[in-house]
């Protein structure tokens, strides 16, 4: 099936600094990229939607000058998270879709996540 | 707003029988579902999907019932084994959509 990384697997950061998360489909190109954030215990919570080449779609209540995203390639979307504070620890992932719309589940393709401590 | 809850949080189970995870949802526009296995530190894994023009769906020990009439689907899993050991999340996903709306989750543990 098709392969989704993301890097960096984890990271620790101070407060007040900026981390990048970088996702990547491997043998296939994305048009469509999803970026979730899911606190412990809890369920996957969508923040936006990507579509390369156009500005990303967030979800209500998440801040877009806070999470920056970026989908500039085919095989590439960034999250940035600008600014972090420990409100921001979570475990964000992402996943990656070759269509414009969910045509079947086995279609998006889930990375394996990034955890973000903020100290 | 719209939701897709699940009935319980926990699921323990003797290895060997059968598991099954419900899930509810409130959105009468979703028209396609797919049930999701996450383990510990990983991404959600694909388990199977159902439309709505379905009622049931089987793969390789799984089954997937969905009930429109009430909102509800579940996740049957056959002859539960060690490996099946996860947080099981089921996402709905209206028609021409390109998001999921996931569930709360339902961890499942395996009893030796």
């Known amino acids: 099936g098709a392969v989704v990384s993301q890097h960096p697997s984890w990271v620790i950061c101070k407060s007040g600094t900026s981390v990048k998360i970088e996702c990547r489909s491997l043998d296939f190109q994305a048009t469509t990229m999803f970026w979730y954030r899911q606190f412990p215990k809890q369920s996957l919570m969508l923040m936006a939607t990507s579509n390369e080449g156009s500005k990303a779609t967030y979800e209500q209540g998440v801040e877009k000058d806070k999470f920056l995203i970026n989908h500039a390639s085919l095989t590439l979307s960034t999250l940035t998270v600008t600014s972090a504070h420990p409100e921001d620890s979570s475990f964000y992932i992402c996943?990656?879709?070759?269509?414009?719309?969910?045509?079947?589940?086995?279609?998006?393709?889930f990375g394996p996540g990034t955890r973000l401590t903020v100290l | 707003g719209e939701s897709v809850g699940l009935h319980l949080p926990t699921l323990s189970v003797q290895e060997g029988d059968n598991s099954i995870i419900n899930c509810a949802y409130s959105n009468s526009a979703s028209d396609y579902f797919i049930w999701y296995k996450q383990e510990s530190g990983k991404g959600p894994q694909f388990i199977i999907d159902?439309?709505?023009?379905?009622d049931k769906r089987q793969g390789q020990r799984v089954t997937v019932l969905l009930n429109k009439t009430v909102k509800h689907l579940s996740l049957q899993i056959a002859a539960t084994q060690p490996g099946d050991s996860a947080v099981y999340f089921c996402?709905?996903?209206?028609?021409?959509?390109?998001?999921?709306?996931f569930g709360q989750g339902t961890r499942l543990t395996i009893n030796p």
């Open positions: 996943s990656a879709t070759p269509g414009l719309a969910l045509l079947w589940g086995n279609e998006q393709f």
């Open positions: 159902i439309r709505s023009n379905m």
């Open positions: 996402a709905e996903n209206a028609q021409g959509a390109q998001k999921l709306v």
